[in-house]
């Protein structure tokens, strides 16, 4: 069953917050789950939620939550900057070891959510802030971050010729923009710094973990792809590399069966 | 005698996308939006496999989705591109 509540950001924002009991009692890591943004995390909501209940069964205590701005949670969209994610996933990491009595926990992301998770271990790693990362669990992040917003971009400009029937205009996403506007993307108010805090991340350059890690590669492939292999090897000897043929569910508005995604995290957490 | 390109678009879509179809039922002319139902978010990804197939790269302001509609729109850009794919 599911506990819900609020806890609070360092800005004062309420962030909605689910935390799953385990269901065996068990000293093993809790797990925090960082979600994706905008309509991804829409789309993969409920996959999320399946995989934490799942993780739950299996003994181990999960928090999931929204950052500021987003989903149920309070503050602005439109303010929001990559750095508020890292304050937010900072006062849900404290939460969860708060409640479950644990001293590490396991961060398991998908998409930008494993983007944040990966940073923040790496952040431990070089002692510059938080430590306390048992492990990592990054499914499909984005690595480099101004092929996303390029994506994020082209995405944009499809949104709005489909929605126009024309294509004209300059599409919403890009950066250097009047510092005090707001974009719309996606029907969502985003700061235009953020698609620029975005665009500066590069996992490839970001050095090697001090935690056990696993990446999933969720594609149409088997076989990794080179920013897969990239992406690993940066991360160090520490990091492995699973590539899983799955359609891409954070983008579906229809339900992906993610139940071998759930068998890879099950397989592969009992270890972290 | 080398495939065409519009058989190497139909086996790239085919894979990219996960479309329960093989790649010779797809018409060149068919509205790939209307009738593969292909969403929004996979025109990108049509996109990227041209960049890795075919080692096209479109400018950001060269997309548009009456390029991207059919088969043999997407042919005319990998030709444009491309004139020896």
Redesign the interface.
Known sequence: MDQLGYITAPDGSPLYAAYHAPVQGSPASPVLICAPLFEERKSAYGALRKLAGRLAAAGRPVLRFDYRGSGESGGSSAARRWSHMAEDLAAAREALTRISGAREVVLLGLRLGGTLALQEALRGTAGQARSGTAAVIALAPVSVGSHQV??W???S???A??TTGG?TGV?PVAGGQDAHATLDFDGYDVHPAFFDDVAAIDLHTAGALSCPALVVQIS?RTEPAGDSTKLVAALGPQARLECL?L?PFW???DDVDTGPLEDIVLKQVPGF | MPERVEDRLKAMIVERLMLKAKPEDIGDEDDLIKKWNVESVQLMEIVIGLEEVFGIQLGDDEFSIKKFRTVTNIAAVVREKKPDA
Do not use: N, V
């Open positions: 390029r994506q971009k082209m995405r400009q499809i949104r010729e489909l294509g599409p149409h043929r359609e983008e579906k508005l």
